[in-house]
Nanobody, 119 residues
Framework: QGQLVESGGGLVQPGGSLRLSCAAS????????IGWFRQAPGKEREGVSC????????YYEDSAKGRFTIARDKAKNTVALQMNSLKPEDTARYYC????????????GGQGTQVTVSS
């Protein structure tokens, strides 16, 4: 059975950048809308960004607009989330997931990857 595998998290200072990657095990991401959600300790899960499978239409949560960019790499069968100008409030565990616009299947996430923004 296929699964989504996240990587690329880490510790970064405020204002820094990270690039998260979502890979698919056993299936092609080309046929799915794919996105990222996050969960910080004690907080609800929050959809961050989603990219459509056909036209590449993108969705960004308000706080991500202008700072985060989602993109597909079809050759590598991955979806990346480039995160710039990171803030402490971006600290969370980030998960790759199936999505449609602003709606996310939170149960489809993998193990996630931790992003910590701190000086």
């Amino acid at each position: 059975q296929g699964q989504l595998v996240e990587s690329g998290g880490g510790l970064v200072q405020p204002g820094g950048s990270l690039r998260l990657s979502c890979a698919a095990s056993g299936f092609s991401l080309d046929y799915y809308d794919i996105g990222w959600f996050r969960q910080a300790p004690g907080k609800e899960r929050e959809g961050v960004s989603c990219i459509g499978k056909y036209d590449g239409h993108t969705y960004y949560e308000d706080s991500a607009k202008g700072r985060f960019t989602i993109a597909r790499d079809k050759a590598k069968n991955t979806v990346a989330l480039q995160m710039n100008s990171l803030k402490p409030e971006d600290t969370a565990r980030y998960y790759c997931a199936f999505c449609t616009g602003s709606h996310f299947d939170f149960n489809s996430g993998g193990q996630g990857t931790q992003v910590t923004v701190s000086s």
